[in-house]
């Protein structure tokens, strides 16, 4: 089993900024993509952006611009840096891992196998 864990999340001013963290366990980390979704109250959860081994990364419409998605393999950690942050953007943050071999970048929730428990993102306007 491969375990996720969120953190970062918290109460942020719109404009303001946040830094959200999936640790992973296990040694194959550097082997799996790793995928940032978000779920709003009432909506189907959304890709947010992407990291694949190879360096490919996709960033959603909505936050491309203000969004940087990172991995450390020796730290078996992703990351998600948020500027601009709006009241929109608010949801819980979940981390998650596409273990398939490929060279692209898949922004549907189904492929991921693993997932975290989420963090939850509140930004006040």
């Known amino acids: 089993q491969v375990q996720l864990v969120e953190s970062g999340g918290g109460l942020v001013q719109a404009g303001g900024s946040l830094r959200l963290s999936c640790a992973a366990s296990?040694?194959?980390?550097?082997?799996?993509?790793m995928g940032w979704f978000r779920q709003a109250p009432g909506k189907e959860r959304e890709f947010v952006a992407g990291?694949?081994?190879?360096?490919?990364?996709a960033y959603a419409d909505s936050v491309k611009g203000r969004v940087t998605i990172s991995r450390d393999n020796a730290k078996n950690t992703v990351y998600l840096q948020m500027n601009s942050l709006k009241s929109e953007d608010t949801a819980v943050y979940y981390c998650a891992a596409d273990v398939r071999y490929g060279g692209s970048i898949d922004t549907r929730p189904g492929v991921y196998e693993y997932w975290g428990q989420g963090t939850q993102v509140t930004v006040s306007s």
């Open positions: 296990g040694r194959t980390f550097s082997f799996y993509a």
């Open positions: 990291i694949r081994r190879g360096g490919n990364i």
